[in-house]
């Protein structure tokens, strides 16, 4: 067999895309929807599936100067021009440039009788005509199934929409259609088997009463494109979608350093405080001082000329002013002079996905430095701690990515272990405090650990946390013997220390004194001795003489006598009895 | 293209209509159509064939039709809401009725058009 490749064509030529204009589906599906072809668009009721087609046209007037066809089965032009006006289009200005044509084709199936065979064709007229009189380049068709409550010739319609589709495709106008989602199917009547080219499913899920809309692009023949579900959002200014799990670690590390607000906590910080553009989060329990801790770092930042963007929660900006303000920040003059925000919603507002789509929208127009969350925990009573937590950790890349400094703060539930952040996000970030509440001698006192700082060097002691009238103020703690001791015990404990102190000094001058004191005894013992001795000896030496003289005296009377005798022989002197005592 | 020679005989029927006999005031009226065909297309010839013919046999005079090509007039079939093609429009007497194909069921059409009685 030989390989036919020379019968291949000479380059394949990568499909070319049409750019919808709308903020992230364009980088989902990679530049936009197949150019000159149809796209299928489904989902179940309210979408926002004709809000999509919709934009998709608007974005391609006002954006990139083509003009297009809006085909509705569903809503009079009149309605849809109403019920466009609160996003902020206005489609009767841009129907009077010529730039935008509407058509209702409405379908009553009461008054309709098929006598025989038909074909669609005014269908296709007042498309082509449509298209041919502003040159249009983008049609939506929403929703086309309606074509099949209005008609009951089932094959008919199949083969007239199969004839619509290569109709759209060889007048080269990129399709958006839109249909109705199936019981298992992701249209009710099978448009998926027609429009081949790319189909984009929208859903709106309701998970614990908060409702999420999500997008998915179900296929995309000829391009690769991101097949997750992404989160989207509509307000004022149309659909955003958030391909943010697309983010990579790809985010720049910067190696200035900001400083926390608190003195102290610098100094345990290598001196310095934070990384810019790293991520802070602080845990602690209930009232262990986490806000204020915040609303220093804010307060700091601000005095640095840094914007500050503060999501809170859980309570309103001016509970926040007015509490901060009693531990002597002032946020006031930050908030008039525009360098700090707050942005109060509460966390069941809506779904997660929302709250991340509005914070990414909230920091993509007042553009911060410093983002504040306060308290990220609560996120998980809007959704799941798993979906929390693929959340925050897409909120804290895309932060990282727009080298904003986040600071986080999280609740933890007290009783549990401490090291344990709720929403378990604790290794996306690079800089941990906790507060702890150490409680003992019939009170509760603070203490602060960091329990890790990447990239730096940083204090592993515990510092007791005060919160004075003049703000944080980070104290040491009591090391001791009986443990760490905080507030009133610390007090307590440095009062008695020095008691014990003085007595150990007078104890030794006690003992000095004693030493002193039997040394003179002593001596005082020594000289009586002496005195003792010399007495006795001196009674002894006379004793000794008295003796001496007692024996010569009996010799000389001897001698006396013996010559009184006229003795033969005179003894000379007679042996002496005793030793001469020599004196001393 | 207009079908105007039947006002002569539409005229000529309410003559006879005003003659006392009993029949329903609808079936007595004149019927309005206007039938949007596409052309010289196959279905579109057999319809006008087709009605000419319904017409010449039930409602012989007292009708008034209208055909309609929508690819030289498409701003009338956005006006008309024409979406299938043959479509027969009757405008009066109402209610308002559409008959799409080439209306080759003429027992569809004489129910539909509440035509109980021929001439």
């Known amino acids: ?584 | 293209m207009r079908d105007n020679d039947n006002t002569r005989s539409a005229q000529k029927n309410k003559r006879l209509t005003g003659t006392g006999t009993t029949r329903p005031p609808f079936d007595c009226a004149t019927y309005d159509f206007r039938l949007f065909v596409s052309g010289m297309t196959p279905n579109s010839l057999r319809a006008i064939e087709n009605i000419r013919a319904f017409c010449k046999e039930h409602l012989a005079g007292r009708y008034h039709l209208e055909i309609i090509d929508i690819y030289q007039q498409p701003l009338c079939a956005k006006e008309y809401q024409i979406v299938a093609v043959p479509t027969l429009v009757k405008q009066t007497p109402p209610p308002a009725r559409r008959f799409i194909g080439d209306l080759s069921h003429t027992d569809r059409l004489l129910s539909g058009l509440g035509v109980s009685c021929s001439r």
């Not at chain 1, 006031?332 to 109060?344: K, R, S, V």
């Open chain 1, 1 to 584: 067999m030989k390989p036919k490749a020379e019968s291949l064509p000479v380059a394949a030529i990568p499909i070319a895309k049409c750019p919808t204009g709308i903020k992230g589906l364009d980088e989902i599906t990679g530049g936009g929807l197949p150019l000159g072809r149809p796209s299928l668009v489904c989902g179940g009721t309210g979408c926002g599936k004709t809000l999509l087609a919709m934009e998709f046209l608007v974005r391609g007037t006002t954006e990139f100067g083509e003009p297009g066809v809006y085909i509705s089965f569903e809503e009079k032009s009149e309605e849809l021009a109403q019920n466009f006006t609160s996003l902020g289009f206005d489609l009767v200005e841009l129907v009077g440039r010529s730039v935008l044509a509407l058509d209702y084709i409405h379908i009553d199936a009461s008054e309709i009788e098929e006598t025989g065979v038909f074909d669609l064709e005014g269908l296709f007229i007042r498309l082509a005509h449509a298209i041919d009189s502003i040159g249009a380049r983008r049609v939506a068709l929403d929703t086309i199934e309606s074509l099949f409550s209005g008609f009951s010739h089932d094959a008919l319609l199949r083969a007239e929409l199969r004839r619509l589709f290569r109709f759209l495709k060889d007048k080269g106008v990129t399709t958006v259609i839109t249909g109705e989602q199936g019981a298992n199917t992701l249209t009710r009547y099978g448009l998926e088997e027609y429009v081949a080219d790319c189909d984009i499913f929208l859903n709106h899920k309701v998970t614990e009463q908060i409702a999420t809309r999500r997008l998915r692009i179900v296929k995309y023949r000829g391009s690769s494109h991101g097949t997750n579900e992404y989160p989207f959002l509509i307000d004022d200014q149309g659909i955003s979608v958030l391909p943010i799990s697309s983010i990579g670690l790809e985010h720049p590390a910067s190696t200035e350093r900001v400083s926390t607000g608190v003195p102290r906590l610098d100094t345990m910080l290598g001196g310095k405080g934070f990384y810019k553009g790293s991520s802070v989060l602080v845990t602690g329990t209930a009232g262990t001082g986490k806000s204020s801790l915040a609303a220093h770092f804010v307060d700091s930042a601000c005095r640095r000329g840094e914007r500050c963007l503060y999501f809170s929660f859980e309570e309103s900006r001016n509970q926040i002013v007015r509490n901060m303000f009693s531990i002597g920040i002032n946020l006031n003059p930050w908030l008039e002079a525009g360098l700090l925000q707050f942005n109060n919603v509460r966390p069941t507002m809506y779904g997660l996905e929302m709250h991340l789509v509005s914070m990414h929208k909230a920091v993509e127009t007042y553009r911060p430095d410093v983002v504040v969350v306060d308290p990220i925990s609560n996120m998980v009573t809007a959704a799941n701690p798993f979906e929390a937590k693929s959340m925050l950790s897409r909120l804290i890349d895309y932060l990282k990515l727009k080298n904003i400094t986040a600071f986080c703060t999280d609740l933890t539930v007290a009783g549990g272990t401490l090291e344990h952040t709720e929403i378990g996000i604790s290794s996306v970030m690079d800089t941990w405090l906790l507060l702890q509440v150490i409680e003992g001698s019939g009170e509760r006192n603070r203490g602060l650990f960091i329990l890790k700082s990447r990239g730096m060097e940083h204090s592993n002691q515990v510092r007791e946390f005060c919160l004075t009238s003049q703000g944080v103020q980070l104290l040491d703690v009591y090391l001791g013997p009986g443990g760490v001791l905080t507030g009133s015990g610390r007090i307590a404990q440095e009062a008695r220390e020095r008691a014990e102190a003085l007595e150990r000094a007078q104890e030794i001058e006690r003992k000095q004194r004693e030493i002193l004191r039997k040394k003179s005894l002593l001596e005082a013992q020594i000289a009586a001795l002496t005195l003792e001795f010399q007495s006795e000896k001196d009674e002894l030496e006379r004793a000794i003489e008295r003796e001496h003289l007692r024996r010569e005296h009996l010799a000389q009377t001897t001698r006396s006598v013996a010559r009184n005798r006229q003795s033969d022989e005179l003894p000379e002197a007679s042996p002496t009895p005793f030793e001469t005592v020599s004196g001393s």
